[in-house]
Nanobody, 124 residues
Framework: QVQLVESGGGLVQAGGSLRLSCALS????????MGWFRQAPGKDREFVAA??????????ADFVKDRFTVGRDNANAKDKIYLQMNNLKPEDTADYYC???????????????WGQGTQVTVSS
């Protein structure tokens, strides 16, 4: 059973930065597209960013372009990604979920594997 382990959430002031990390729980030897979704209280879940296994292809939601960067490290056959979040705004407050699927990533929430979520709170 593939599991995703997230870390890095917390409380930060507006304008600050946080870095979220996520790793697959087992050696996959490649092939997984991965990404991030978020869900704020009382709102629908929304796509944030995604990256292909090679790292050559990335997708971003319009509201995070030029502020967030998704990257990955596939060393030792373990898929790991991060989400570097800069210039955070109060509206970025949400639970952030790491996702994974075999093959190319997508902006749709059709990923079969989801992390447990990590909370990000941005104070004004």
């Amino acid at each position: 059973q593939v599991q995703l382990v997230e870390s890095g959430g917390g409380l930060v002031q507006a304008g600050g930065s946080l870095r979220l990390s996520c790793a697959l729980s087992e050696r996959t030897f490649g092939g997984y597209g991965m990404g991030w979704f978020r869900q704020a209280p009382g709102k629908d879940r929304e796509f944030v960013a995604a990256i292909s296994w090679s790292g050559d292809t990335t997708y971003y939601a319009d509201f995070v372009k030029d502020r967030f960067t998704v990257g990955r490290d596939n060393a030792n056959a373990k898929d790991k990604i991060y989400l570097q979040m800069n210039n955070l705004k109060p509206e970025d407050t949400a639970d952030y979920y790491c996702v994974a699927k075999r093959g190319l990533p997508t902006t749709l929430d059709s990923y079969p594997y989801w992390g447990q979520g990590t909370q990000v709170t941005v104070s004004s």
